[in-house]
């Protein structure tokens, strides 16, 4: 069942990484492509107040496009503290819609022009991603994506991830993480409390014990708390 769902999750970014080059590569030609970008904006602040970071998962293109041609290549080294610190989330954040914000005023209402911004803005972050994709980790750029950092800060105890006593501290879940969290820390607390998450279950799968769950009952039953 869990390798179905893993399957599934594999499938839907077979196709929802097509959109990454549709924008970033047609969009310089069709420049009215790079207004998607805000309805992957909005998906992704508004999934977040319902379910986390889900859409981080799957439906952001370049998230799919990361996890599907840039982990195999990539040197999956141990991402920095700088990438998840507060400061430099809100640095990027501010960087990114200031540049927004101003090539905006200069379109001085041009459609194209506007559009060709967001094509240009998508490109430039995405080689950006690659890059820190391949040399440190494939998700490197969902710590510091904008998008990421307002749907993280909208996270908080959406679609919770359980995580029983069985847990051994064997620490597959964290080597299978896509984001490199550390599920089994919270193993005391019993609830995964990383906003991060994206919900993709591969720790789920991961995990020898089946300690980890997004239902609270099959974890309890899990850890012996409840018949
Ligand atoms: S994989 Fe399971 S048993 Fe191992 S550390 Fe993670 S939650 Fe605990
Ligand atoms: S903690 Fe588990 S569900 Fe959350 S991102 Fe990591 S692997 Fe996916």
């Known amino acids: 069942m869990l390798k179905e769902k893993l399957r599934e999750r594999k499938l839907r970014q077979g196709l929802t990484w097509a959109g990454l080059p549709l924008v970033a590569i047609l969009g310089w030609f069709y420049p009215w492509l790079g207004f998607l970008l805000l ?13 986390g970071r889900a859409w981080c998962d799957w439906m ?20 920095p503290a700088f990438f998840r610190s507060q400061k430099v989330r809100v640095f990027m954040l501010f960087l990114i819609f200031t540049m927004i914000g101003t090539q905006w005023y200069l379109a001085r209402g041009y459609l194209a ?49 359980f995580i ?11 080597r299978a993480c896509p984001m490199q969290l550390k599920p089994y820390e919270y193993r005391l607390e ?38």
């Open 39 to 51: 309805g992957c904006m909005a998906g992704a602040v508004g999934v977040a107040i319902f379910r």
């Open 113 to 161: 022009a506007m559009g060709l911004a967001l094509v240009r803005l998508l490109t430039i972050t995405t080689l950006v991603g690659i890059i820190l994709g391949l040399v440190i980790h494939p998700r490197v750029w969902c710590h510091i994506c904008p998008m990421g950092t307002l749907a993280h800060w909208l996270s908080g105890g959406k679609n919770p991830l």
């Open 190 to 227: 019993g609830l995964v409390g990383d906003n991060d998450c994206l919900k993709c279950g591969t720790c789920v799968a991961a995990c020898p014990r089946r300690a980890l769950s997004f239902d609270s009952g099959e974890s309890k039953r899990e850890s012996g708390l409840v018949a």
């Open 60 to 79: 952001c293109p370049r998230g799919a496009f990361f996890d599907l041609f840039i982990r195999p290549l990539s040197r999956r080294k141990a991402i």
């Open 164 to 174: 029983s006593r069985t847990c051994t501290g064997c620490r597959a879940c964290a």
